[in-house]
């Protein structure tokens, strides 16, 4: 016993004896002394160990060092998860030293995904009722920066009474730490409406600027609030008095920075006018005055005013405003075009791209300085400016803008060449003033930067070619005259040789009116076409359109048929095999059927463009554009299916595959479907024996006559929904389906069904598509929805009408695919819908 005694004093004895750990400072000088990785990590470790020491001592004495020490290496990017609990130790501490520290460690090493934080709650919610402003004020910084939902439903109390204070530094942060509770718990919105009443009537800025942040964030949040801030609280002039006093009071040191009185809260009222404007007209009118003001007054020469008339452009562009104003917003982004700094010029170029459809003749007139900024070096501003010039595009300016985005064209990167080039095809075809001019600019076009255009680009102009009859001898010549030496432009090459082979006895004959014509020769002309088949530069593609070219001449030359004949013998052994069958097959024509080469070689027809119901399209086979006949069939007598009813037909796998026959939203390309196509292979949704096994070729899918017949002269559905309850079909992130039934009049065996889509989340979903489909026993018809646009807040739903047909009673079973965008990123989920009551099937 004794012994035992004696160590226990020989260790207390020694622990008093440990020296006292070192300061943080000293820390910091002595780890930036390490000279490599290794020997900081070393340091960290050996330092890391002395605290765990100190930790499992509870030596309350260098706790607070201990941790502060710990931040910095967490910060440094170390391990310092242990020192957890310590925070917690610290912030029940009565010094104010250790609750700083304490809550600064809580707020970098604690969130809400660890159970740990929820161990403070009752901490801060004594420190909130603290004596000292500065012990509330760290509370509320912690629980505004990482308070999970369970924290703020315990504490949003005691925020709203420190919100009604009176005290200024509190009030400013209550309002932060109420913005985050918001966040995290929507619900407790309303809680704070009665504090917010008096905020704006405070004249401390930081109160000002939070309790706006607190107000932007109720608007966006909840369109009730919105609407009560617009007609009950009178909200816009309270702001509009606020940022007129800011522009016309005079120097503060307090808060001017660059000559301009306190500019984050300008910006920030100028954000929630935005909102607020927003579809309102009373709003918008009566913020126009003062938008004009800030828009005049606010100087420029520094970067804080053009952030203030950026925000400024903002606003004007999204509310009501009058048409003078919306001028003067567009004026201010052509000034910032101007600017020396890229970030401001990119930022005009991009505002402008957003309001040119809206503000077309307004932006119209900083045409010029638009496109003198294509001779930007920053690609990023490059590029704004090369998509701006492009929708400034119209049937006016088209010769001069052109002659522009041709010179970027020639001067640009490779990496801007496919985009250019592309906008220069839509745009020539759309104001082109005539096919001459047409012509040249595509030819301009594969000149410069044939290697980058689209796949379409050569079929496209030689349709353009062949429609246009006056200019063949005009086009040959250029097209000749072009690729003399050069082939490295292969889609010009193809076209040239096409033009050739079309219309290359006009070449020789000289029948050029447009320009003066050059005097060439059969042979010449042979030759350029032969050294493109040798060229190796040349592709397969285009040693086709050179042998066809050939090919064609043998029936328009009359001096040069037989060295024809030979160059075709000769590639009949040529190792490209589409080549050698070519080579193949004109040689036959020469041998066996040359009583028919002249009508099979004759000149191409005038071609029709293709259109959505046109009888022509342009389809390329083997290097050469033909027309081709479409099938024409008569208009069914009900409304069009899309594509998507042909890409839903392997939906469920295996042989009991109903068409389904959805009517896209007119937004959505009518191939989307098309994903559909094995969507369900590997699920087995039979409900009968299975039928026989459908043609290889996918059949024509008509409108489903039961869906039409005798619908004109009676009701499509029973007025009572019979008491059939309504199911919930998919809820899932914010989005619910909800089906609702009634049966048909007309025919017991058609079950009309009526989904209701709505969002729970704070921001909408766009572009909404709903696809569903049923085993083959049942016949499914998708009308049109009411929208592709599911407001948030559950403010509104889309409606879309589903007719099933069920002639054999069997339990219906659906399977849906949802696609809609959300949050910037494409959203898509697919569900099975089997819980069917019984009455809306049987």
Not at 337 to 352: E, H, M, P, Q, W
Not at 552 to 569: A, E, P, Y
Not at 655 to 668: M, R, W, Y
Request: charged content about 20%; some cysteine.
């Amino acid at each position: 016993m004794l012994s035992l005694m004696t160590v226990e004093q020989k260790i207390s004895i020694f622990f008093k004896r440990m020296p006292a750990p070192i300061r943080l400072r000293e820390l910091i000088r002595t780890i930036r002394t390490a000279r490599t990785q290794a020997e900081e990590r070393e340091m960290i470790q050996k330092e890391c160990a002395a605290i765990r020491s100190s930790f499992r001592e509870e030596d309350n004495t260098y706790r607070c060092r201990n941790v502060a020490k710990l931040l910095y290496m967490h910060m440094l990017g170390y391990p310092a998860h242990f020192g957890q609990l310590e925070c917690l130790k610290l912030i029940a501490s009565q010094k104010f030293t250790d609750k700083r520290i304490g809550y600064l460690g809580a707020m970098l090493l604690l969130d809400e995904r660890q159970d740990v934080h929820l161990l403070m709650t009752n901490c801060i919610k004594n420190d909130l009722n603290h004596s000292t402003q500065y012990v509330q004020g760290l509370a509320l910084c912690t629980l505004g920066c990482m308070g999970s939902s369970e924290m703020c439903r315990d504490l949003a109390g005691e925020v709203e009474k420190l919100l009604k204070t009176s005290n200024s530094y509190l009030r400013k942060k209550a309002a932060l730490c109420a913005v985050h509770v918001i966040r995290k718990v929507p619900e407790l919105m309303e809680m704070f409406l009665p504090a917010t009443k008096n905020l704006l009537n405070e004249k401390n800025h930081g109160v000002l600027h939070t309790s706006v942040v607190l107000l932007t964030e109720m608007c966006e949040r909840s369109p009730d609030m919105l609407a009560h801030f617009r007609k009950n609280e009178k909200l816009v002039p309270q702001l509009v008095r606020i940022l007129k006093n800011l522009i016309m009071s005079g120097y503060s040191p307090e808060h001017d920075v660059s000559g301009i009185s306190d500019p984050f809260l300008q910006v920030r009222i100028l954000r929630l006018l935005r909102i607020l404007g927003r579809n309102d007209d009373d709003s918008s009118e009566a913020m126009n005055d003062i938008l004009a003001q800030v828009a005049t007054n606010t100087e420029t020469s520094k970067n804080v005013g053009n952030a203030i008339l950026y925000e400024t452009v903002l606003t004007i562009m999204d509310i009501k405003s009058e048409s003078g104003l919306r001028v003067l917003a567009i004026n201010i982004l052509g000034r910032f075009l101007l600017n020396n700094d890229k970030n401001i010029r990119y930022v005009a170029l991009t505002s402008l791209l957003k309001t040119v459809q809206t503000d077309h003749n307004a932006v119209q007139r900083h045409r010029s300085t638009i496109v003198d900024c294509l001779k930007d070096l920053d690609v990023s501003i490059k590029r704004r400016a090369m998509e701006l010039s492009f929708a400034l595009v119209n049937g006016n300016n088209i010769r001069g803008m052109m002659k522009e985005l041709l010179y970027f064209l020639d001067s640009c990167e490779p990496e801007f060449k496919a985009d250019c080039a592309s906008g220069i095809f839509l745009a020539a075809e759309k104001y082109a003033p005539s096919k001459r001019w047409h012509i040249d600019t595509i030819m301009r076009v594969l000149t410069t930067a044939g290697s980058y255009v689209r796949d379409d680009a050569v079929p496209n102009l030689i349709q353009l070619i062949t429609n246009s009859v006056e200019m063949h001898a005009y086009t040959v010549q250029r097209l000749y005259k072009a690729i003399l030496g050069d082939y490295s432009q292969q889609p010009l090459v193809q076209v040239a040789a096409w033009c050739i082979g079309e219309y290359g006895d006009l070449l020789v004959s000289g029948q050029c009116e447009e320009e003066e014509p050059i005097q060439v020769t059969e042979d010449e002309v042979l030759d350029i076409l032969e050294s493109v088949l040798i060229s190796n530069m040349s592709t397969s593609v285009t040693r086709g359109y050179a042998l066809t070219a050939i090919m064609k001449l043998s029936t328009r030359f009359t001096c040069t048929v037989n060295r024809i004949k030979k160059v075709v013998s000769i590639y009949g052994s040529s190792i490209d095999v589409e080549l050698q069958q070519r080579a193949v097959e004109y040689n036959a024509l020469f041998k066996k059927y040359d009583h028919m080469r002249s009508a099979l070689l004759e000149r191409m027809p005038v071609m029709e463009k293709v259109t959505t119901n046109g009888p022509t399209e342009i389809v390329q086979t083997n290097g050469e554009t033909d027309p081709t006949p479409l099938e024409t069939k008569p208009p069914p007598s009900g409304p069009q299916p899309t594509s998507q009813a042909n890409d839903l037909l392997d939906l469920l796998g295996g042989n009991d595959i109903t068409p389904v026959i959805p009517t896209a939203p007119t937004s959505k390309p009518a191939s989307a479907g098309g994903e559909l196509l094995d969507l369900l292979g590997d699920i087995n949704l039979t409900g009968a024996p299975a039928a026989a096994p459908a043609p290889a070729s996918v059949p024509q899918i008509s409108q489903p006559p039961f869906l039409l017949d005798g619908l004109s002269s009676q009701p499509l559905f029973n007025d009572i929904a019979t008491g059939i309850p309504s199911i919930t079909a998919y809820s899932k992130n914010g989005l619910k389906i909800e089906f609702t039934f009634e049966r048909s009049n007309t025919n017991p065996s058609v079950t009309v069904i009526t989904i209701q889509a709505s969002n729970s989340t704070e921001l909408d979903m766009t572009d909404f598509v709903f696809q569903a489909a049923v085993p083959k026993t049942f016949q499914l018809q998708l009308l049109s929805p009411s929208s592709s646009i599911v407001p948030a807040f559950n403010t509104g739903t889309i409606t879309q009408v589903i007719k099933v047909l069920n002639p054999q009673k069997q339990q219906l079973r659906m399977r849906i695919k949802l696609t809609y965008n959300h949050k910037g990123s494409a959203m898509q989920d697919l569900a099975e819908v089997n819980n069917f009551p019984p009455q809306s099937w049987q």
